[in-house]
């Protein structure tokens, strides 16, 4: 039997214990069976003899979500720390049109030579993000990104954990008034985690709306689809209808980009529960420590791919550097064209009025010679 049947067996078993009248019963059926267990019984005799010893009723197991191995990260390469002196640096801020490359510049320079992956969320307004991450980054308790039931994350922030690097992002309201900053975040992402609140059903308009915005720019619908994540929370709140409504959402997302999402449900308050009360059953079932290793999974999986896509996109950025320097030449070109035409000019007056001045002095001299 394999190990990982071995835990499952084990799981099942603290499920059934978990049901049991007694804590010290359960306790006493766990201990007992992991010893029985090791000394090589056939696993289902063992658990059949524990139910019988133990009157235990045929009550079907609660199976825990199954804790998914945690594969260890491949991180994508990084980019070189000097990429251009300063000096550089200086005379571009001189020659640029539009200053605003360069700090784009810089911002992806930076994010590009982060050791760790860049998991940037986004969604509506109080769809929990905040809550989400502080599980994400083992800060609960403490609220590392402040939650609440009014406007809460105001200004991106971000935090490091492990080999990832959340950041938690202002949400997008109804009116759509973020969305271009909403975007321009989730262009530094490695990872985008689209973070939508399951009770509020299927995907309103305004979450259609931004998806819809965000393939526009993204370019790429694959490779959009292929970096998210779509995160459903408040998990415990709507449990039974919750398949229904992912189907739904299913559907939307897969009419706006032309492939299917990756979707995963979760409850941070079962999560918190459990962590709080040490029921590691409720942890399971929160659906969290899937999400994390489904984000190692797709971690690895990018991580060439990453590398290929920071340079994209510093490759068409320094294509409209390129761009911008080529139109500050052009202005320059024409501003010297303009100068050396007035020079022209301004020489051909003071030309012709040499020239007047010199016969002037001729006919002077004519005349005083005539005398
Ligand atoms: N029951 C339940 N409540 C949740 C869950 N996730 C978040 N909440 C609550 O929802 C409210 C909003 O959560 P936040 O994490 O601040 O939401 P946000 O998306 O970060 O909000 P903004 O930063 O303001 O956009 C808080 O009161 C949380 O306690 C969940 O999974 N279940
Ligand atoms: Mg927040």
Known sequence: MSNAEKARLLANLR????????????????????NKYNSSQPVIKVFDDFKRKYELPD?????????EPIPVLTLPTMLPKEIYSAKVQEQLKRTLQKPQLLVDLDDLLLTSQQQGF??????????G?????????????????????????ITSQEHQHGDFIYIDTPGIDHIGAETQEAIKALKTADIVLFIHNLKSGELDKSEVVFLQEVSKHWGNNTDFIKRTVFVMTHLADVEAQSAAIISQINKQVTQI?????????????RYRKGLNENKHILIERSGVPSLVACLHH?????????????????????QAIELDIQESMAVLQNKRQEVATQLS???AVLNEGLDKIAKEIEQM???YNEI
């Open 345 to 347: 000019q301004q020489k």
């Open 257 to 269: 980009f032309g492939a299917s999402p990756l979707i995963k449900s979760i409850s941070s308050m």
């Open 118 to 127: 860049r998991v940037v969320n986004t969604g509506l307004l109080k769809a």
């Open 129 to 153: 993000k905040s809550t989400l991450y502080n599980c994400l980054v083992d800060a609960v308790g403490e609220e590392r990104f402040k939650t609440g039931t009014v406007r809460t994350t």
């Open 15 to 34: 499920g059934v214990a978990e049901q049991a009248s007694t804590n010290s019963q359960a306790q006493n059926i766990s201990d007992t069976f992991q």
């Open 59 to 67: 009550a079907p197991v609660i199976a825990p979500a199954k804790a």
């Open 365 to 367: 001299l004519t005349r």
């Open 298 to 318: 797709q971690a690895n999986a990018l991580s060439a791919d990453i590398s290929q896509q920071r340079m994209a996109r510093l490759k068409s950025l320094t």
